[in-house]
């Protein structure tokens, strides 16, 4: 068996933005199953990463992204927001100061 070894910038990039939204989206899924457990605040942050993965989100998942965001900012209490294009080191970044936050 041999060794895949990423060394293109294209594929550096895909190899980035699928653990970027894997994480994204584990995440998620995680905090719905905690819903009960979480502030106003961390839900709207949830929804606000939603947002910013739908740039990213291939497919389906892309589809679905605007949906998720919507139901996290309705449960926070918020208004929706403005769906922003976020680079993938930063929202990667921000994946794990969230999921330190929540715990989960």
Partial sequence: MSVHRITSEAAKYYALRE???GSGISLL??????????S???L?????????LLPHSPGYAGKMMP???RLFW??????????????LEKLE????????????
């Fill in 29 to 38: 899924g995680a905090a719905s199953e905690n819903l009960d457990k979480l």
């Fill in 74 to 87: 309705k449960l926070a209490g918020v208004n929706e927001k403005e769906f922003k294009l976020v680079e």
């Fill in 19 to 21: 653990k970027v939204i």
């Fill in 44 to 52: 709207e942050k949830l929804g606000d990463l939603a947002a910013k």
């Fill in 67 to 69: 949906v998720v965001a």
């Fill in 93 to 104: 970044k921000e994946i794990e100061e969230l999921r330190n936050e929540l715990k989960i």
């Fill in 40 to 42: 106003k605040e961390q």
